[in-house]
């Protein structure tokens, strides 16, 4: 629109609409550059005017994107207060997830921000897995993973809440695939939460000025590191995977 409006106001005029749609989207990297935004909406709003222009050209039904509308609402509806988007972590992690279940009987394990529920449903389909909760806040994600569960006859369980309104102290390990933004504030609630030997693990996003151990095996062959903390006796959450979870990655290193 502003790129439209300056070639109105200094009399020029486009000879083709791909000439003002290269304006717009110029404008559009421009601004975003001006105001600093992340480098994500400087693609966005170069994208936005062509795509536009292309759903105008198609004269598809406005249901269409009314219904686009409401189901990225049910995704996506919570992103402006937590500041977490809906990730995807794949099957790679999950196996490296699953050689981090706590052994010993009546562990807890809990996935923030659990998504579709794939991870969740993993790692409660492990031989002698624990009790897997998956906690999600966005409608849509969240019911699709009640219906896996349901559908799959899972003993996992899954809870519409905000992670930052649950009581994390009954868990052994708590999972994490946020945002860079949700971390600061995540760590304080971990810190003043865990109990002692209790591991938290993020994919792919470490803590702000906290050191990080990631798990071998993590980090390499397109798979996002998974960071790795545990709370210490002392009350400390430190990096590190501890005794337990060294001898189990040990096991599958190569030997010298």
Same mark, same amino acid.
């Given at each position: 629109?502003?790129?439209?409006?300056?070639?109105?106001?200094?009399?020029?005029?486009?000879?083709?609409?791909?000439?003002?749609?290269?304006?717009?989207?110029?404008?559009?990297?421009?601004?975003?550059?001006?105001?600093?935004?992340?480098?994500?909406?400087?693609?966005?709003?170069?994208?936005?005017?062509?795509?536009?222009?292309?759903?105008? %050209?198609?004269?598809?039904?406005?249901?269409?994107?009314?219904?686009?509308?409401?189901?990225?609402?049910?995704?996506? +509806?919570?992103?402006?207060?937590?500041?977490?988007?809906?990730?995807?972590?794949?099957?790679?992690? +999950?196996?490296?997830? %699953?050689?981090?279940?706590?052994?010993?009987?009546?562990?807890?394990?809990?996935?923030?921000?659990?998504?579709?529920?794939?991870?969740?449903?993993?790692?409660?389909?492990?031989?002698? %897995?624990?009790?897997?909760?998956?906690?999600?806040?966005?409608?849509?994600?969240?019911?699709?993973?009640?219906?896996?569960?349901?559908?799959?006859?899972?003993?996992?369980?899954?809870?519409?809440?905000?992670?930052?309104?649950?009581?994390?102290?009954?868990?052994?390990?708590?999972?994490?695939?946020?945002?860079?933004?949700?971390?600061?504030?995540?760590?304080?609630?971990?810190?003043?939460?865990?109990?002692?030997?209790?591991?938290?693990?993020?994919?792919?996003?470490?803590?702000?000025?906290?050191?990080?151990?990631?798990?071998?095996?993590?980090?390499?062959?397109?798979?996002?590191?998974?960071?790795? +903390?545990?709370?210490?006796?002392?009350?400390?959450?430190?990096?590190?995977?501890?005794?337990?979870?060294? %001898?189990?990655?040990?096991?599958?290193?190569?030997?010298?």
């Amino acid at each position: 629109m502003l790129a439209g409006w300056l070639l109105v106001t200094w009399g020029l005029q486009p000879q083709s609409a791909a000439v003002g749609l290269a304006c717009q989207a110029l404008s559009g990297v421009l601004l975003s550059a001006w105001l600093r935004l992340p480098i994500w909406w400087w693609a966005i709003n170069a994208v936005f005017p062509v795509a536009l222009h292309g759903a105008v %050209a198609l004269h598809w039904s406005p249901l269409v994107f009314l219904g686009a509308f409401l189901v990225l609402t049910l995704i996506y +509806w919570t992103t402006f207060s937590t500041r977490v988007p809906l990730y995807a972590s794949g099957p790679a992690v +999950w196996r490296l997830m %699953a050689r981090c279940l706590p052994p010993q009987s009546g562990a807890r394990v809990v996935d923030l921000g659990s998504g579709l529920g794939g991870l969740a449903l993993h790692l409660a389909h492990q031989p002698g %897995a624990p009790a897997v909760l998956g906690l999600e806040l966005a409608p849509l994600p969240w019911l699709l993973s009640c219906w896996r569960a349901r559908w799959r006859r899972s003993a996992c369980r899954f809870r519409r809440q905000d992670y930052r309104c649950h009581d994390l102290s009954s868990y052994d390990l708590v999972l994490a695939y946020l945002s860079p933004a949700a971390m600061p504030t995540l760590w304080q609630q971990l810190v003043s939460q865990l109990k002692p030997g209790a591991c938290f693990i993020s994919c792919e996003f470490a803590v702000p000025d906290q050191a990080a151990v990631a798990l071998p095996g993590s980090g390499q062959d397109g798979v996002p590191p998974l960071y790795v +903390w545990r709370m210490g006796t002392d009350g400390v959450l430190a990096a590190g995977l501890g005794p337990d979870l060294t %001898a189990v990655f040990l096991e599958t290193l190569p030997c010298s």
